[in-house]
C-alpha cells in the first residue's frame, strides 16, 4: 500500500496517509496476520463495519469498533478482513501518541482502543463528514482534525528523537546513550516512554520490518526460524533477526511457499505467504515466488 505524505506541519509526526476504496465485489470474510512495524496507526472503516481482531490465542475475536487507535506493536496480530470496505488511515512516528493523543507509547503496545475513548463525541462528526466526502477531502478533512489536535510539546525525548536513526542501524545501546550523557539504563526509560519499546526491541522490530514487506502490503506469513534468510524479489536475502519467531507468532514449514489465493486468507486450515526461504547456505536454484499486495489498511 503507498502512503500519501504529510503536510510539513505533521511530517515530525505523521509518517503517512492511506485511503482504500471499497471493493466493487464482496466475497466471504478471512483473517490476516498483520506483522509488527513499530509504529502507531489510525483506521476509520467508513461503512461502519468494526475491527475484529485475536489476542495472544483466544479463540474468539475481540471487536474494537470501526474507528481504531493501534499503538506500536512489537508482535504480529491476527484480524479479520471484511471485502469491500472503505477505509481510511494514518501511520505515526514514534512520538505522535504523545504529540497529539496526550498519550505515552508505552501505555499501547500491542494495544487497540476505540477512537472514541480517546477523542469522544469528534469521532462521530468526523465519521459523517468523511463519508460524504471525496478520497483528497477525506484526507484533507483528517489531516486538519490532527493539525487541531496537536500539542505544544516534544512527543520525544530530544536525546531519543535525535538517536532513533542510530538504534534502528543496529547501534550498541551502550555507545549511544553515552553519546547522549545518559547511563544505558535511563537512556533505555527515556526510550521506552516514547517510543513504547526498548531501544533493542525496536531495533530488531524495525529491522523485520525492513527485511519483510509492511503488513499493508505482505501476504500472510508465518514466521520464521533463526538462521533462515528470506528473499525478496532483486534482494541480497537478507536474514531475519533472531527474535523474528516472537515478532511474527508462526513458524513455517520448510520449503518455499505457495503464492496465496488471497494475500492473508487461511486456506485449507493454514496460511499461505508469498515468499521465498531458504536454509543458510543452500540457496538452491527456485526463483523467489512474488509478494502481491493485501489492498487493507494495517488495522
Known sequence: MRL????????????GYWHSAPAATTGATSQEWVL??????????????????????EADARTIGDAVLAGPHSRAYRKEVVP??????????????????????????????????????????????????????R??????????RLRPCHGLHPQVAARLGQVEDGARIADIARSAGYSA??????????????PRRYAN????????????????????????????????CPRVPRPCRHDAGRIPSRGAARAPPRTG???GGRLNFGFVQYRRGNRGDAAPTSIPESGHGRA
Open 84 to 137: 469491500g470496505t472503505a477505509s481510511i488511515g494514518v501511520v505515526f512516528r514514534p512520538g505522535a501518541l504523545r504529540a497529539l493523543f496526550g498519550i505515552a507509547a508505552s501505555e499501547l503496545v500491542d494495544c487497540h482502543v476505540a477512537l472514541e475513548d480517546v477523542w469522544g463525541r469528534e469521532v462521530a462528526v468526523l465519521r459523517d463528514r468523511l463519508q460524504a466526502g471525496s478520497p483528497a477531502l
Open 36 to 57: 509488527p512495524d513499530g509504529h502507531a496507526h489510525l483506521a476509520l472503516r467508513l461503512d461502519g463495519t468494526p475491527l475484529r481482531r485475536w489476542v495472544d490465542g
Open 205 to 236: 522490530v524495525r529491522r523485520f520490518a525492513r527485511v519483510l514487506p509492511s503488513a499493508a502490503t505482505a501476504a500472510a506469513w508465518e514466521g520464521c526460524r533463526p538462521g533462515w534468510r528470506v528473499q525478496r524479489p532483486g534482494s541480497s
Open 185 to 198: 539504563r535511563r537512556f533505555t526509560d527515556l526510550f521506552h516512554e516514547g517510543v513504547g519499546m526498548t
Open 4 to 15: 500519501l505524505p504529510a503536510s510539513p506541519a505533521l511530517r515530525p509526526w505523521v509518517a
Open 139 to 148: 484526507l484533507s478533512l483528517l489531516e486538519a482534525r490532527l493539525l487541531a
Open 265 to 267: 486468507a487461511i486456506a
